[in-house]
């Protein structure tokens, strides 16, 4: 079994910065990518940034220039720097995972989500 676990989220006023981690661990054969997503109350899970093993990236329009994914594969972490945070960037960020858990098993995970509230 393969896990994911997030952790940084919090209160930050617009303007401020927030770093978020996800760690997997588990059963891990080998990480294909990873990303984060988010969601309001009433929305869909957008996506946010996503990072391959390779370490290409993709931003959502609405981040691109304040935030950054990387990726440390020694740890199976990924991060997500948040700069120049608005308050419509208030949401449940998911960390999310398409991780082989065998040589020619893999599947899709997620985290349970942390919480980014961006508020004066």
């Known amino acids: 079994q393969v896990h994911l676990e997030e952790s940084g989220g919090g209160l930050v006023h617009p303007g401020g910065s927030l770093r978020l981690s996800c760690v997997a661990s588990?059963?891990?054969?080998?990480?294909?990518?990873m990303g984060w997503y988010r969601q309001g109350p009433g929305k869909q899970r957008e996506l946010v940034a996503r990072i391959t093993s390779g370490h290409s990236t993709d931003y959502a329009d609405s981040v691109k220039g304040r935030f950054t994914i990387s990726r440390d594969n020694a740890k199976n972490t990924v991060y997500l720097q948040m700069n120049s945070l608005k308050p419509e960037d208030t949401d449940v960020y998911y960390c999310?995972?398409?991780?082989?858990?065998?040589?020619?098993?893999?599947?899709?995970?997620w985290g349970q989500g942390t919480q980014v509230t961006v508020s004066s």
């Open positions: 999310n995972g398409y991780i082989y858990f065998s040589p020619t098993g893999w599947d899709e995970y």
């Open positions: 588990g059963s891990i054969f080998s990480i294909v990518a």
